[in-house]
T-cell receptor
Framework: SQTIHQWPATLVQPVGSPLSLECTVEGTSNPNLYWYRQAAGRGLQLLFYSVGIGQISSEVPQNLSASRPQDRQFILSSKKLLLSDSGFYLC????????????FGDGTRLSIL | RKEVEQDPGPFNVPEGATVAFNCTYSNSASQSFFWYRQDCRKEPKLLMSVYSSGNEDGRFTAQLNRASQYISLLIRDSKLSDSATYLCVVNSVYSSASKIIFGSGTRLSIRP
């Protein structure tokens, strides 16, 4: 069966510090991968998605970036965090073929001080 | 108009009641539809896909109305454990990752 791992679960960072969140998927090959952010009491905002190694599409302009160095690894980064980057970050995967549902990792709760 | 709209609720119903909520979408070419549940401070979890002919999974029934562009979720014999936020998801373009749209969710609270 497929599993998705995301870490860390919680993170407290000062403004201006760098960020690296990692997500890995097991049990499938060539998945679509996604990064979402959810502000408190709000809906999911798609940040990045990837259909293959090195292929990243960005949905919203921001100071975040994403990379996919391996087929089942997806990384969310920032060089300098802003207060507005606080939120609940979720990684998800889906099968590439057809209109398949997404499956989410446990999420990372990021607080910027 | 938002691409996907849900009544935010909260819906507050007694245990054992039947509750239903809708989700409307704006793109008539939408291809696939799903319902997720999200517990407080947790990740969304797939509840069920929504098929054109309607589908049922235990106490949960999902329906699609293409003419009026909405999907619905009906929960029968509600349990305390059904308390959560229910998100509808619409995929508007075949195999396009960028057109998977999440609604903001409907909060459901089941009281004893």
């Amino acid at each position: 069966s497929q599993t998705i791992h995301q870490w860390p679960a919680t993170l407290v960072q000062p403004v201006g510090s760098p960020l690296s969140l990692e997500c890995t998927v097991e049990g499938t090959s060539n998945p679509n991968l996604y990064w979402y952010r959810q502000a408190a009491g709000r809906g999911l905002q798609l940040l990045f998605y990837s259909v293959g190694i090195g292929q990243i599409s960005s949905e919203v302009p921001q100071n975040l970036s994403a990379s996919r160095p391996q087929d089942r690894q997806f990384i969310l980064s920032s060089k300098k965090l802003l207060l507005s980057d606080s939120g609940f970050y979720l990684c998800a995967w889906s099968y590439r073929v057809g209109n398949q549902p997404q499956h989410f990792g446990d999420g990372t709760r990021l607080s910027i001080l | 108009r938002k691409e996907v709209e849900q009544d935010p609720g909260p819906f507050n119903v007694p245990e054992g009641a039947t509750v239903a909520f809708n989700c409307t979408y704006s793109n008539s070419a939408s291809q696939s539809f799903f319902w997720y549940r999200q517990d407080c401070r947790k990740e969304p979890k797939l509840l069920m896909s929504v098929y054109s002919s309607g589908n049922e999974d235990g106490r949960f029934t999902a329906q699609l109305n293409r003419a009026s562009q909405y999907i619905s979720l009906l929960i029968r014999d509600s349990k305390l454990s059904d308390s959560a936020t229910y998100l509808c998801v619409v995929n508007s373009v075949y195999s396009s990752a960028s057109k998977i749209i999440f609604g903001s969710g409907t909060r459901l609270s089941i009281r004893p």
